[in-house]
């Protein structure tokens, strides 16, 4: 072989050889595959941190409708009743994720003059996000407990027992 014909062999085999090395077939469509995966866990992590406020502000909002609904009552039985109902309401009307709904009211004293403490217990379920949820340490179930305390008119009539 004459001296022209080795350096286009060695010419061609260095292209070749560089254009091995810069190859990047299929780099694509592994960095859309990261992509995707890191978007859907972003996505699931905002999902249930909405749940978890969500849930927190429903708690919330039910055990105020409650205390409120208890504290217009004349009666302590009355009080608590009407002080379910409305905590039921209030969770019905914001489409009820909130699930195991639980209504107590220790510690008030249903005098004129008096508060009324409710405190709502619910659980949200997280189930729905998944094994993707399960791998990033969500629980699939989260009690929120919330307490709203609303004062008892002084001046107010009916029987207290």
Request: hydrophobic content about 40%; overall charge positive; some cysteine.
């Amino acid at each position: 072989m004459s001296v022209k014909g080795t350096r286009d062999v060695r010419c061609r085999r260095a292209r070749l050889a560089e254009r091995r090395r810069r190859d990047e077939r299929g780099s694509a469509a592994v960095e859309t595959l990261l992509m995707a995966s890191a978007a859907l866990g972003l996505v699931l992590v905002v999902v249930a941190a909405g749940r978890y406020v969500d849930g927190s502000a429903q708690a919330n909002d039910a055990a105020y409708a409650a205390a409120r609904a208890a504290s217009l009552e004349p009666t302590s039985a009355g009080g608590m009743a009407a002080g379910r109902q409305a905590a039921e309401t209030a969770l019905a009307e914001r489409g009820k994720s909130c699930l195991n709904l639980s209504v107590s009211f220790a510690g008030s004293d249903f005098a004129p003059g008096g508060q009324v403490i409710a405190r709502v217990s619910c659980t949200v379920s997280l189930v729905d996000t998944g094994a993707l949820g399960r791998q990033l340490g969500l629980q699939p179930n989260r009690v929120f407990t919330e307490q709203a305390v609303v004062p008892i008119e002084t001046y107010r009539s009916g029987s207290n027992q």
